[in-house]
């Protein structure tokens, strides 16, 4: 039995561009090139339909440990709490006041890119503190 090397990670969104870029700026990811015989991610929507065109966008980590992340249009907008959600690890090891500085820094550059923070979830004995917050289409995710 073989076990799954790789996977993608897919959001449903308005503006599939915008929230990949997004998402760039957040995890230091890349926009992959674009297929063989295209010059730019543009030269290549444009030659899809008219109704393809900016339905999806996708990032990739530059080092290919992490995965894919890909966004694809939807006609309907975000209703109720995600049932998945990504948690970006910028205090892994950190405890304490030292912890909270680290996700506050990260919070206060992630809010300037378009996030919304949501709240803070202090330190309970089992888990450590972290920051619930939005992307710019309201996904949630967490600051861990």
């Known amino acids: 039995m073989s076990s799954i090397k790789q996977f993608q990670v897919t959001f449903d969104c308005a503006e599939p561009e915008r929230v990949a870029r997004f998402w760039c700026?957040?995890?230091g990811y890349v926009v992959p090139p674009p297929p063989?015989?295209?010059g730019t991610w543009d030269h290549?929507?444009?030659s899809q339909p008219p109704e393809d065109q900016g339905s999806r966008f996708a990032c990739i980590d530059p080092s290919g440990v992490g995965p894919r992340l890909f966004f694809q249009r939807v006609p309907e907008s975000k209703v109720v709490k995600n049932r998945l959600h990504l948690c970006v690890r910028v205090g892994t090891g950190l405890v304490g006041e030292e912890r909270l500085a680290t996700l506050e820094a990260e919070c206060a550059?992630?809010?300037a890119l378009g996030?919304?923070?949501v709240r803070l979830l202090l330190a309970d004995g089992n888990n450590e503190s972290c920051?619930?917050?939005?992307d710019i289409e309201g996904n949630e995710f967490c600051l861990d």
């Open 25 to 27: 700026e957040v995890l």
């Open 36 to 38: 063989e015989g295209f």
């Open 44 to 46: 290549f929507d444009r």
């Open 109 to 111: 550059r992630l809010v």
């Open 115 to 117: 996030a919304v923070r």
């Open 131 to 134: 920051i619930v917050m939005q």
